[in-house]
């Protein structure tokens, strides 16, 4: 039984609406029960006995790859002409022949080529090339007998834990394609990982435990923004959060919940939340699960955007993808994190939760809403609702006296969100915005994202040719990188109000938008939060090709550094 630990002021807190009706509840299972499963293992458990095996690297390693790597029967010199025939590009390429196994069985041998340039601020595991070639290889031969095999060979061992995010990103869970009809059978993928010489086991201390639950971590929070609002519900995500709990307590691990949900929110002073989620069905809500370990010296917060459904209030808008991507990646990496182990440090994931819908009680332009943190704010723009349930989230977690399990003030604050249309014309649809108070947290957040291939910028220039020991060819110039600035100063008197402390939407939508719109969450960080604090505004490489990515999960491992995930 999952275990709800509710503050003490707040022990009849959890009043969530009811649950979702059966038709949705199983509506939610039949788009899931396709899909095929993910294992992680050695190649040596898989090579040659599945029905479609994909080998996966850069041109020059699968010219170099040990005989031994291949599946038996297939000749050296088919797959040195095979994997020459392809002319990879930016995205990369493949080919694939058919082979006699050892068994008298035709087989399929697939080879993905990953683009041999990878620039400074690229991740050098080519994630985006990953994905985009085992889906159409894998997918089809993984529901038939023999499914299918992915080797991924890589140009160093630390590159698995990135590796195996990108292959979960090619096999999405939610799928409402045929549910009339029986059942396909749900498949299976096996993932493998090598150097060009020899095999990566899977024996103690290996990375295949933690690249398995950091892949399920991707393809949870896919999953739920994948999902459309009739399912995912502020109470649906509210059980989710559960769920997640749940799962975890069965590994041994103890994690506590505590969900305000509705007018509980209003009466505790979280306007911002409620303020935006009050005119929908479903309530609003603020799920917190934490997680603290014995002797827990360090702790992190994350604080998640789940917007389940925005109509952009009453500033009506266009339907777009659905905003809950920050919360569901955060939510997704919580898993991750405790299930591989957080070490030394208390992790803490308050999912902020609403539906911007329309409706009698909706909140107007011109309302005045009062923030947990005490701060006023008069809307101009209902559709800028997501810094709302964040600034009552970033408030929450750093109360002073704490109001989270363990005590003590965050060294970490992270939060993420699908924030603003501006982020993608500043660093594009495969990188991150970051807006952070600390240089070393963002140069922290860019190793991170470079190492795991969740990417975000600003990065920091690479070394002259003087600090690398190599002869300056012409005068030394300034370094340029483009970063998106931390200066509040500059920023906050975008949302000067003559009636309250602020405004929730700039004046001038040309000066630095997404810095704007981090540093009015930042401004309700609690005034005696010394820690760092990182906000991640994921509006671009959240989706691709219309379905979501799973992103942050990955890159939130690799900023804890858990295991698999660390430098």
Avoid at 368 to 378: A, H, N, P
């Amino acid at each position: 039984m999952l275990r709800l630990a509710l503050l003490a002021q707040s022990a009849c807190a959890l009043r969530i609406a009811p649950l979702m009706t059966a038709r949705s509840a199983a509506t939610m299972a039949d788009a899931t029960s396709s899909a095929p499963e993910l294992l992680f293992e050695s190649p040596a458990s898989t090579l040659g006995k599945a029905a479609s095996t994909v080998v996966v690297g850069r041109q020059t390693a699968l010219l170099e790859l040990s005989p031994t790597l291949l599946p038996a029967g297939v000749p050296v010199d088919l797959w040195k002409a095979l994997v020459g025939k392809v002319k990879p590009g930016d995205a990369g390429g493949s080919a694939s022949t058919m082979y006699t196994a050892a068994d008298g069985e035709a087989k399929t041998l697939v080879a993905a080529v990953l683009p041999e340039h990878c620039s400074r601020h690229n991740s050098p595991i080519r994630p985006h090339a990953i994905t985009s070639l085992v889906a159409p290889a894998a997918t089809d031969a993984a529901k038939e007998g023999g499914g299918a095999a992915v080797l991924l060979v890589l140009e160093e061992p630390a590159h698995a834990a990135g590796a195996a995010c990108a292959v979960a990103r090619a096999f999405p869970l939610y799928s409402q394609k045929k549910l009339r009809q029986p059942a396909e059978p749900r498949g299976c993928v096996r993932v493998g990982f090598a150097t060009r010489s020899a095999a990566i086991s899977d024996g103690a201390g290996s990375v295949y435990g933690p690249c398995a639950k950091a892949a399920a971590g991707v393809r949870l929070a896919a999953r739920l923004v994948d999902a459309p609002p009739e399912q995912l519900t502020t109470t649906a995500f509210v059980q989710e959060a559960g769920a997640v709990a749940a799962r975890l307590r069965e590994q041994g691990r103890e994690v506590l919940v505590e969900v305000i949900s509705g007018d509980e929110l209003r009466e505790r002073g979280y306007g911002g939340l409620y303020g935006v989620g009050k005119a929908a069905t479903e309530p609003p809500a603020l799920c917190v699960l934490s997680h603290v370990p014995d002797g827990a010296s360090k702790k992190v917060c994350l604080v998640g955007k789940g917007i389940v459904y925005d109509t952009g209030g009453l500033a009506l808008k266009p339907k777009e993808g659905i905003p809950a991507a920050g919360a569901a990646g955060l939510l997704g990496a919580f898993e991750a994190a405790v299930s591989i182990g957080t070490g030394g440090t208390a992790l803490h994931c308050a999912l902020c939760l609403a539906e911007n819908a329309i409706g009698p009680t909706a909140f107007r332009n011109d309302d005045v809403l009062c923030f947990f943190s005490g701060k006023t704010c008069e809307i101009n723009n209902t559709d800028a609702e997501g810094r709302l349930v964040l600034s009552d989230g970033v408030a929450h977690v750093t109360a002073s006296p704490s109001l989270l399990p363990g005590g003590g003030s965050p060294d970490l604050v992270v939060d993420m969100a699908t924030l603003t249309g501006a982020q993608m014309v500043a660093t594009g649809k495969h990188f991150a915005a970051v807006f952070t108070n600390d240089e070393e947290t963002e140069r922290a957040a860019v190793a991170a994202g470079r190492r795991t291939g969740d990417l975000v910028h600003p990065a920091p220039p690479s070394p002259s040719r003087a600090e690398q020991g190599q002869p300056v060819k012409r005068a030394s110039r300034p370094r340029v990188c483009k970063q998106v600035p931390y200066a509040p100063e500059f920023h906050r008197a975008e949302f000067a109000s003559k009636v309250a402390d602020c405004k929730n939407s700039v004046k001038d939508r040309g000066n630095a938008q997404v810095s704007c719109a981090g540093n009015f969450i930042g401004e309700n960080l609690h005034p005696d939060f010394e820690g760092a604090w990182l906000h991640i505004d994921c509006a671009g490489p959240a989706f691709h090709a219309d379905r979501a990515t799973g992103y942050g999960v990955a890159l939130v491992l690799g900023l804890l550094e858990v295991e698999g995930f660390a430098p």
